[in-house]
């Protein structure tokens, strides 16, 4: 079973083409990184995917069924996100409500509109959702607020209101691009433990090739809007990655990824020479 | 420590001129505020400002009447101060509670803009025109009385809510919404989960605030006749009786200031 193809698609911001006749297909129960340098339209990759953005051309189909074509979105699209989990960067949980409440909004989609939209959840739905808290390890903050919660913490919250949404296919953009190492590899570790207890697809898009190597067997390579590389990241070695991205490679390694634990270097700024050099972090 | 010690600074380093464009601006702004006072000094017959010297005489006489309060009748403009109130917390409720769909429906980031459009000029007209007006009209249409004011009240704010709402709607962060959205919910799941919880501490503030102003219109209401203590308040200063005007202006006062400090506090619970 395919879990997603994508062919053809491309979409223009203005004058920039962000995404430039982009096709490939995953199979379903796949853990496939999706790296590039800022800019490159991974993003905007996976916003299509969501059926948040609409292409210009080409078409995507989620699970067979088709999503968006020829800049349309299908009439099904609200119904598709369903089984579409999307995690962002900056998380998307609403602040304001307890972490319960963000995970709860996961079922919205499939129960009866008029009892999501009062808010009454069955106590098996809570029950469902504690069980999602506990599987990432933050059932104690259920009833704090969204705010209150670390970063590490808050994305943790967004997989569990993925799962309980019972999605088949998680989107994750930049999931851990605004973590600290060690949420990061917390994160990145409950993301392919899904993958394989659950067997869902899980398309993560990243700044570090370390992690792409180190949790997913396959990787897209994305440069100007276009896929430059498909295939094991296992191949995926410095060298290569020159070759693929010239200057902007150094970009994309970065020395808190998990595999090099050397002593990273700061960034030194003087001012002056004989000013006292600033480090920044 | 010096920033430089091989760079040569110079004695004296200029400071970059002012651009001319927003100099010129103050002038316009400044010059044009001067202008349009000097334009409207006769029609408001500012000359008149001397008048309340020359006859100070009859001011101190007629200040004097307002300085013994008589509060003989007290219970009553209690009584008629608490009817007050009530009319404004009325006004106030139903303004907020038919408000809040208008406020949705004229936010930009919510509808679309020919709902939006329609909406925002309907909502103007109700703010345009006066409590005081609708009192009038609604007196007519309902009796004399005061649900005519808590219809006016109504009317008034719902315009007035709808506004404030809706900009506090514009303000908000859109990526929680979209995070909402990616859940397969539907377009109303969006604004309950998405929007309301980022709105509700400001639309709590503002209807607070409105609240706080009702109590205020409501207390001019009953010179039209649409109830509360307007109306005996009217009555007296007509009737020359200043000691009672005096009791009753003491009682707004209290009773203004009152609410104002315990919607501070709930104010500061909410948030």
Not at chain 1, 192 to 213: C, P
Not at chain 2, 81 to 106: D, E, H, K, R
């Amino acid at each position: 079973m395919v879990a997603v193809s994508i062919d053809g698609l491309t979409k223009t911001f203005g004058r920039k083409r962000a995404l430039n006749g982009v096709s490939l297909e995953i199979p379903a129960g796949e853990m496939v990184a999706l790296i590039g340098a800022s800019g490159s339209g991974k993003s905007t990759l996976i916003r299509h995917i969501a059926g948040l953005e609409r292409g210009d051309a080409g078409c995507i189909a989620i699970h067979g069924r088709e999503i968006q074509s020829a800049g349309r979105l299908s009439g099904e699209a609200r119904d598709m996100r369903r089984s579409i989990g999307v995690i962002f960067q900056q998380f998307n949980l609403v602040d304001r409500l307890p972490v319960i409440t963000n995970v709860l909004v996961g079922f919205l989609g499939q129960i009866n509109r008029l009892r999501g939209t009062l808010g009454f959840f069955s106590r098996n739905e809570k029950h469902i959702a504690m069980r999602a808290l506990h599987r990432v390890g933050i059932c104690e903050q259920a009833r704090q607020r969204a705010s209150t919660l670390s970063g590490g913490q808050q994305q943790r919250a967004a997989i569990a209101r993925a799962l309980v949404q019972g999605a088949r296919l998680m989107l994750a953009d930049e999931p851990i691009a605004s973590l600290d190492p060690a949420s990061a590899r917390r994160v990145m570790e409950i993301l392919a433990g899904i993958n394989k207890e659950d067997g869902m697809t899980v398309v993560v898009s990243l700044h570090q090739v370390e992690y792409a190597r180190r949790y997913c067997p396959r990787t897209i390579a994305m440069k100007d809007g276009a896929v430059v590389y498909d295939g094991p990241s296992v191949a995926l070695d410095t060298a290569f990655l020159k070759e693929l991205y010239g200057e902007a490679s150094d970009e994309l390694i970065l020395p808190d990824a998990p595999v090099s634990d050397q002593p990273r270097e700061r960034p030194v700024v003087a001012i002056g020479s004989g000013a006292p050099a600033l480090a920044t972090a | 420590m010096t920033i430089s010690n091989h760079a040569s600074v110079p004695e004296t380093i200029a400071l970059p001129p002012k651009e001319f464009s927003r100099t010129l601006y103050a002038y316009v702004v400044w010059g044009g505020l001067a202008l349009a006072l000097l334009w409207s000094w006769a029609p408001a017959e500012m000359d008149r400002v001397t008048y309340l010297f020359s006859d100070s005489g009859n001011m101190v006489e007629y200040a004097s009447g307002f300085l013994t309060p008589n509060f003989h009748d007290w219970d009553y403009y209690v009584q008629e101060m608490i009817l007050t109130v009530q009319i404004a917390l009325w006004g106030t409720v139903l303004s907020i509670f038919f408000g809040i769909p208008f406020a949705i429906l004229s936010s930009s980031n919510v509808a679309p803009i020919w709902i939006v459009q329609p909406v925002r000029r309907l909502m103007d007209a109700c703010r345009a025109i006066n409590e005081l007006v609708f009192a009038v009209l609604f007196v007519v249409a309902v009796g004399l009385g005061p649900f005519a004011g808590v219809m006016a009240l109504f009317v008034h704010n719902l315009g007035i809510i709808a506004k404030l709402f809706s900009e506090a709607v514009e303000a908000i962060d859109p990526y929680p919404v979209e995070g909402i959205r990616a859940t397969g919910a539907s377009k109303l799941q969006e604004i309950i989960y998405g929007i309301i919880p980022q709105v509700a501490p400001l639309w709590i503030s503002f209807s607070l605030y409105r609240f706080e102003t009702n109590v205020r219109s409501a207390t001019v209401l009953g010179v039209v006749g649409a109830g509360g203590i307007g109306q005996i308040l009217f009555e007296s200063i007509r009737g020359f009786y200043y000691g009672e005007t005096a009791a009753i202006l003491i009682i707004v006062v209290i009773t203004v200031t009152v609410v104002d400090l315990l919607s501070q506090q709930l104010r500061k619970l909410a948030i």
